[in-house]
Structure formats: C-alpha cells, structure tokens
C-alpha cells in the first residue's frame, strides 16, 4: 500500500531524497516512518512522524542529518538525507500505521516495497 522511490548510488557526504506514496490514493495513515535494513543486520527505525502527542523521531546516528517531511495534500512523505555515510547503506521502507505505538514497534503490516540507498566512493 505505500511506494517508495529515489533510492540510489551516493558518495559519502553526499544527499538522498526518499519519497513514498500510497499506492491506493484512499489509504491515509496517522503515523508514518522510514526504517532500514542493512545487509546482516535487523531492521531499525530510522525517521517516524507520530501524528499526537510526540516530536519527530530520529535514530541517534542519523540525528541532524536526516528529515523526515510529509505533505497532507498529495499524500507523500520524505526523507531528506544529507552527509551520507557507508553506514547508511541500506534497503529503505516506508511504513505506516494509525497507531504510533505500532509503527514504532515496526509491527505494522503497511510497508513499502523498499528502496535501496548505496553509500560508497
């Protein structure tokens, strides 16, 4: 039920921008968030908006270099990447749920396909 887009091969330092969609124009989520998989490890939450009650929520390593943006109007959400690392390689989901507790948990059932972000000179 959600897309995403604009993965790709970056340098390090270099920026990304992530952008999902729902693929069914109907399907509006309260909560939404990007979350990682690298290779060999477990899959974290990277950037969440929690609609009430929270701030944004960052991961600690990408805290000051990623953005996490949504706008109501045409249903996107963004992840602005900047001063990537080789760390930040990784097969990036969006995810949503109308329950922010849920989403952070990652035990949604509404993911995104994946996008994959290479960090590498």
């Known amino acids: 039920q959600l897309v995403e887009s604009g993965g790709g091969l970056v340098q390090p330092g270099g920026s990304l921008t992530l952008s999902c969609v729902p693929s069914v124009p109907t399907f509006i989520v309260r909560n939404i968030g990007w979350f990682r998989q690298a290779p060999g490890k477990e899959r974290e939450l990277v950037a969440a908006i929690i609609r009430i009650g929270y701030n944004d929520y960052y991961e600690a390593t990408v805290k000051g270099r990623f953005f996490i943006s949504r706008d109501n109007a045409n249903k996107m959400v963004y992840l602005q990447m900047n001063d990537l690392k080789p760390e930040d390689t990784a097969i990036y989901y969006c995810?949503?749920?109308?329950?922010?507790?849920?989403?952070?948990?990652?035990?949604?059932?509404?993911w995104g396909q994946g996008t994959e972000v290479t960090v590498s000179s």
């Open positions: 995810a949503g749920d109308s329950n922010g507790g849920r989403l952070v948990a990652g035990l949604t059932e509404n």
